[in-house]
């Protein structure tokens, strides 16, 4: 008489695998994690924001937004953790004393992406957008955040650790790396033509304004340009801008910045890409 099958069972996890899965993050929920920490840590030392209910406001709204127009244009119900950070940093970043102006920016920034979209790709950061939009066409309504960590070391401290430790985690540490090496550089230089103190230069990259930028704008993988030498590239030439900017007095130079450089690199790229596809349909029809 044969033996039954057996089914060999599944050797259990190790313990240093199962404490590997329980510590494991999807990274699109980092994001959203990390940037919470900043409003939490910004706001319990600093109050950074201008209300909680106008921070709810503008994530509310760029949730709403982004699930309403995934569902017209893709058919599908869009995970929501982009519009999260959308929404929390309009909600950081921008000061008004009304309510609109945070769901007007909130839903400029989500709809970004659907409408200025060029072979299938948008090409601003969404955030990025809708702010610097927002301080360009009403200026007399909103201002940006300028709130600095002043002489509290730690708070910046922690940002910077857990935001270098996440960023180096999806493997975009360099980006925000060369920025702030070109800022600082930047920095001293402008310091040196101008004749101002070197610190109060470099300063503005310890606010919590700047830990935004580094780390979420200038890092957005759908729109920065793919290889990691341009990428280097790219933000090197924003902080060009950004100290020629500062150099004319423009205050919200990081945005403005980023707004030209960011979508110019992109565009370059998708001309380059279409190029680069129509000579492979020619050699392949010759």
Not at 88 to 117: D, E, H, N, Q, T
Request: with cysteine; charged share 10%.
């Amino acid at each position: 008489m044969s033996q039954p099958m057996t089914v060999p069972s599944s050797p259990l996890p190790s313990s240093p695998a199962r404490w590997k899965q329980f510590i494991s993050l999807d990274n699109r929920y980092i994001a959203p994690i990390f940037i919470t920490c900043i409003l939490l840590v910004g706001h319990l030392s600093f109050g950074i924001l201008e209300s909680y209910q106008r921070t709810l406001l503008a994530i509310i709204v760029s949730i709403a937004t982004e699930l309403t127009l995934g569902r017209i244009f893709f058919h599908k119900w869009v995970h929501p953790a982009s519009a999260y950070i959308s929404g929390i940093s309009v909600g950081i970043l921008l000061r008004s004393p009304a309510f609109w102006p945070y769901a007007l920016c909130a839903a400029i920034s989500i709809m970004s992406k659907y409408v200025l979209r060029i072979k299938g790709r948008h090409i601003w950061n969404p955030s990025n957008f809708g702010i610097s939009a927002m301080l360009f066409l009403v200026p007399e309504t909103v201002a940006g955040l300028s709130i600095q960590w002043g002489n509290y070391l730690l708070p910046m401290l922690v940002i910077w650790v857990l935001g270098s430790v996440i960023i180096w985690r999806l493997r975009r540490f360099h980006i925000t790396f060369t920025y702030v090496a070109s800022f600082i550089a930047f920095g001293f230089m402008r310091s040196w033509l101008t004749g101002s103190p070197w610190r109060s230069e470099i300063a503005p990259i310890t606010g919590p304004m700047y830990q935004l930028f580094i780390f979420f704008m200038i890092t957005d993988p759908k729109t920065t340009v793919r290889t990691k030498k341009w990428q280097c590239i790219v933000v090197f030439l924003v902080a060009v801008v950004e100290m020629v900017m500062r150099m004319y007095q423009i205050v919200y130079a990081p945005f403005y910045a980023l707004f030209i450089v960011g979508p110019t690199a992109m565009l370059i790229e998708i001309w380059l890409d279409s190029r680069r596809a129509s000579a492979e349909k020619l050699a392949v029809a010759r």
